[in-house]
């Protein structure tokens, strides 16, 4: 929970789940944020290494839409 709260300081924690892929133990923790929720992914010893958080379409830079609507043409 360390890592979490220094890298998201004014997120509420929502929820952590414990998964066990390949034999390792890591954690997926949800907070809460003003804009939504991120998931944050940290190994049993407590190092935070990956980060999801959903982005509006509007904050995502042109060349970037462009790749991701020519690679997905029917995604949404």
């Known amino acids: 929970m360390d890592a979490v709260k220094a890298q998201l300081p004014k997120g509420t924690l929502k929820r952590a789940v414990k998964m066990t892929e390949t ?24 190092k935070l290494y990956e980060i999801h958080k959903h982005v509006d379409m509007k904050e995502v830079p042109d060349k970037v839409a462009y790749a991701v609507q020519a690679k997905y043409p029917k995604g949404k």
């Open 23 to 46: 034999k390792k133990v890591t954690y997926e923790v949800v907070v809460n944020q003003e804009k939504g929720h991120v998931h944050a992914f940290v190994t049993a010893e407590g």
